[in-house]
């Protein structure tokens, strides 16, 4: 609420190893809630999301405080 601008890019390649990183360290609740199910954390799951087609736009959603 600092009047900030958040920029958001797809994820790249490069930001495999932290996205890896940032699922292996959620909770097992986290993880259910985030994948509908306990997903195997390995590479393929952060391919996937590599691999995904981002032509529209990007949109962040924050709980209001």
Request: avoid cysteine.
């Amino acid at each position: 609420r600092d009047g900030g601008t958040l920029r958001l890019r797809p994820p790249e390649r490069a930001d495999a190893p932290a996205l890896l990183d940032f699922y292996r360290a959620l909770s097992t609740q986290s993880l259910h809630r985030r994948f509908h199910g306990l997903p195997n954390v390995r590479p393929q799951l952060v391919e996937s999301l590599l691999q995904a087609q981002w032509g529209g736009p990007l949109l962040a959603q924050a709980p209001a405080l």
